[in-house]
């Protein structure tokens, strides 16, 4: 059985820091690619990051490029997502991915 549980989220004011994890079971993290999206309120489902297997080249969103990482640690079969800088405009509920499963979705809110 697959499950991918989300962890990290909440509310942090603007300029703030908050990382997202995504412990992962019943998939080998060391052959798949990872990915985190959101889904912020009234709008569609937005990429976020992505990595592949080989942590090659990783596409990041425009909105969040230098200010997000997505990292993985396969020891722990464990995905991260390190956001800095946070403006109100990340407010979305992010979800992780890995071989076509979803993580629960974690609230993301950036107020002051």
């Known amino acids: 059985q697959v499950q991918l549980v989300q962890s990290g989220g909440g509310l942090v004011q603007p300029g703030g820091s908050l990382r997202l994890s995504c412990a992962v079971s019943?998939?080998?993290?060391?052959?798949?690619?990872i990915g985190w999206f959101r889904r912020a309120p009234g709008k569609g489902r937005e990429g976020v990051a992505c990595?592949?297997?080989?942590?090659?080249?990783?596409p990041y969103a425009d909105s969040v490029k230098g200010r997000f990482t997505i990292s993985r640690d396969n020891a722990k079969n464990t995905v991260y997502l390190q956001m800095n800088s946070l403006t109100p405009e990340d407010t979305a509920v992010y979800y992780c991915?890995?071989?076509?499963?979803w993580g629960q979705g974690t609230q993301v809110t950036v107020s002051s």
């Open positions: 991915t890995v071989a076509g499963y």
């Open positions: 019943g998939v080998n993290l060391d052959y798949w690619a």
């Open positions: 990595m592949s297997s080989s942590e090659g080249t990783i």
